[in-house]
């Protein structure tokens, strides 16, 4: 799969949000991501993230606020780089939503290959949640990005790139459910240890449910290494 084809898979899995039954919602989501190099095999990356919504279809005026904050993350994982194209990360994030604290055990494995003109990675991801008074939550995901440059055959610094993903989530907490993500974003490389990236991250939720709604995220993403 090359990059054209994940930029129209992706334009297509937006447009699905035209016929989507259920709820539709809309939100911003901004991050900071750190990367923290320990060793040439190690290192740490730091994540904090939040939400907020600005549209909900089932939004009632009088009891809710027009801009609805949602959840808090804060996330620490540990990566092992096995090889050039190969690592393995394992972490925890902690989750403040609904008045409520929620604990996820991540690990994940990610492949990476470099082609002329851009790079694919392949994500492979396993992660539990537990809360009080919630189900325990198991989620298997696989993600697929592309990222290429917009000017010549590498990204530089000072210069814009693409980069473009689909993820698929299968969801077990008491029963089974399946979301489709889909991740077009516009980054700019403003040094080799930072750089920044606007986009538009879309979930189709309860994809084998009639029940299924929709979320369009507006992201902000900005990552630093050290």
Same mark, same amino acid.
Request: proline share 2%; with cysteine.
């Given at each position: 799969?090359?990059?054209?084809?994940? =930029? =129209?898979?992706?334009?297509?899995?937006?447009? #699905?949000?035209?016929?989507?039954?259920?709820?539709?919602?809309?939100?911003?989501?901004?991050?900071?991501?750190?990367?923290?190099? $320990?060793?040439?095999?190690?290192?740490?990356?730091?994540?904090?993230?939040?939400?907020?919504?600005?549209?909900?279809?089932?939004?009632?005026?009088?009891?809710?606020?027009?801009? #609805?904050?949602?959840?808090?993350?804060?996330?620490?994982?540990?990566?092992?780089?096995?090889?050039?194209?190969?690592?393995?990360?394992?972490?925890?994030?902690?989750?403040?939503?609904?008045?409520?604290?929620?604990?996820?055990?991540?690990?994940?494995?990610?492949? #990476?290959?470099?082609? =002329?003109?851009?790079?694919?990675?392949?994500?492979?991801?396993?992660?539990?949640? =537990?809360?009080?008074?919630?189900?325990?939550?198991?989620?298997?995901?696989?993600?697929?990005?592309?990222?290429?440059?917009?000017?010549?055959?590498?990204?530089? *610094?000072? *210069?814009?790139?693409?980069?473009?993903?689909?993820?698929?989530?299968?969801?077990?907490?008491?029963?089974?459910?399946?979301?489709?993500?889909?991740?077009?974003?516009?980054?700019? #490389?403003?040094?080799?240890?930072?750089? $920044?990236?606007?986009?538009?991250?879309?979930?189709?939720? *309860?994809?084998?449910?009639?029940?299924?709604?929709?979320?369009?995220?507006?992201?902000?993403?900005?990552?630093?290494?050290?």
């Amino acid at each position: 799969m090359n990059s054209k084809h994940l =930029f =129209f898979s992706a334009l297509f899995l937006i447009s #699905l949000s035209a016929f989507a039954q259920g709820g539709f919602n809309a939100g911003v989501l901004p991050s900071l991501n750190i990367n923290k190099k $320990i060793n040439p095999r190690w290192k740490l990356n730091t994540t904090a993230a939040s939400r907020f919504y600005f549209y909900q279809s089932d939004f009632d005026a009088e009891e809710n606020p027009h801009f #609805l904050y949602e959840l808090a993350d804060f996330s620490l994982l540990v990566n092992n780089r096995l090889s050039d194209d190969q690592s393995l990360s394992l972490g925890y994030l902690i989750r403040y939503q609904n008045s409520a604290f929620a604990h996820r055990i991540i690990q994940q494995y990610t492949l #990476l290959s470099n082609y =002329f003109a851009f790079r694919l990675s392949h994500r492979f991801s396993s992660d539990q949640t =537990f809360q009080k008074e919630e189900a325990f939550q198991l989620r298997l995901r696989y993600r697929i990005t592309s990222e290429f440059a917009l000017m010549g055959q590498s990204v530089n *610094e000072k *210069e814009f790139y693409l980069k473009v993903g689909n993820e698929y989530l299968g969801i077990y907490q008491e029963t089974l459910a399946l979301e489709i993500r889909a991740t077009p974003f516009l980054g700019y #490389l403003f040094t080799d240890n930072n750089k $920044i990236e606007l986009g538009v991250d879309y979930r189709l939720r *309860e994809v084998i449910s009639p029940s299924r709604s929709t979320r369009l995220w507006c992201s902000l993403n900005w990552y630093l290494s050290f």
